[in-house]
């Protein structure tokens, strides 16, 4: 077996040095004469039928030695890995440091290793660690509010004489030039004054104009082949549209919900509100949670891996020279990471394996948010081969929820705060009981049960530039609040079955008597 000896540069950087002797790379020679015999053309011998000697003398032993150190680097890497109990986070550099020499069979093959491994910390005690969030607060103002938001939602547009103002929606034509020369336009588009997903400059452009007037600002395209470059944009608003809410009575709680008067509407909204903010108390514990172990434990983060990620991540966006937004996304990027890093510990530390049925809750609840079915959902992160990413976050949501169930959770008033449903998890997978959650458990099965793909032949390498691919790291855990609220405009589509219901149930009654 080779020698190998571990060295470790930082505390997120280690070298491995490989000693291999001849005998240990015979099967690479015996492979890499094979492929040369199929490669080379010497008159006498059919390709693949050149004996080793003719290819030591027409090709060279030293050719040979390096088609085998080529396709040997993964298998040394991995085995050195393994050794040294190192579990890498990126993408290492390899070098020959020393070559055997073709003419002695004692001489060795030295391999060198640079990569980017993962730190060396101290899990911090969590059990009984004493977190303090805010009191929560359920008044009529925030039920107003609740209240607000759904008759917005049944609110109609009405065409307005007059500025307009934030809040509003308006209809646009707008015609984008660059030099004088016109690069696009749209026609009729409909915009809520102070939403922000249009160029920016637009709410300010709109706001106070009148329908059929016009005006001019300039901005970055978004999109297209000019996207990035300043435009001269025009701006004509069409129309102006104030939405009209309907009045909450009975029969707009009837309308919008299952109940028959306004006052068991507000009673529900504020059960709602009251989740909502014990929910909100969850996310606040979870935060301070993770920041606490976080600072606590000291961990190291790669400097390496941080600039890839605040590389890949402007380079997205089109702002690499945006020193600003870097050092931002440098903060994000070094937290994400020593997150992960925390959470991976903690999974260790718990020994915490997802259930089938927490695996297919998330990808049900993910295909809703990204309005797919299960099954198509499925095939897409298969063909992706995101099946591990998938698993690695629902792992360590898990894990998340176990750990800060240990903690102690008291609001500003010293009172105890009930999280138990906010980290509630499955320890079984008898305890699925939801028809699509079952489907999609069947779906995820299937999955793994499926042959894996062939991954392509990597391509071959000089000695001294050749990488190995390393686990990647994988990102953080992610808020499913989006999937929440797709589950609960589910739940708001029953309403007026389970309303008409009640009606034929007290009709049926009043029948009987």
Known sequence: MPKTTAEKLTPTR?????????DELEPYLKQAYKTISEQVSIPGFRKGKVPAPIIDQRVGREAVIQEAVNSSLDDFYQAALAEADERPMGRPTADVAQWPDAKDPKSTLVLSFEVEVR????????????LTVDNVEIDEAAVDAELTKLRERFGTLVTVDRPAKTGDFVELDLTATIDGTEVDQASGVSYEIGAGNLLTGTDEAVETLTAGETT??????????YEGQDAEVELTLTAVKERELPEADDE???LASEFDTIAELRESLKEQVSKASVFAQGQQARDLFTSTLIEQAGIPVSEELVEEEVHRH?????????????????KSSE???QLQ???????EAEGVTPTQNELSQYIFQSAQQYGMEPTQFLQAISQGNQMGVILGEVT???ALAVALAKAVVVDQDGNTVDLSEFTAVDTDDENANDENADDAAGEVAAAEKAPAKKKPAAKKAAPKKAAADAEAVEPAAADDEDAKKAARSAAAKKAAATRAAKKAAAEAEEAGK
């Open 252 to 254: 707009f709680a009837q």
């Open 314 to 330: 402007l380079e997205g966006e089109g702002r690499l020279e945006d020193d600003e937004h870097r050092a931002e996304v440098r």
């Open 216 to 225: 001019n600002f300039t901005s970055q395209l978004l999109g297209g082949e």
């Open 14 to 22: 280690a070298k491995l040095s490989v000693e291999v002797s001849l």
């Open 396 to 398: 360590r949501n898990k």
């Open 119 to 130: 730190p060396e910390f101290t899990l911090p005690k969590y059990d009984g660690l004493k």
């Open 341 to 347: 890093l925390l959470l991976d510990a903690i999974v």
């Open 335 to 337: 937290e994400q990471i």
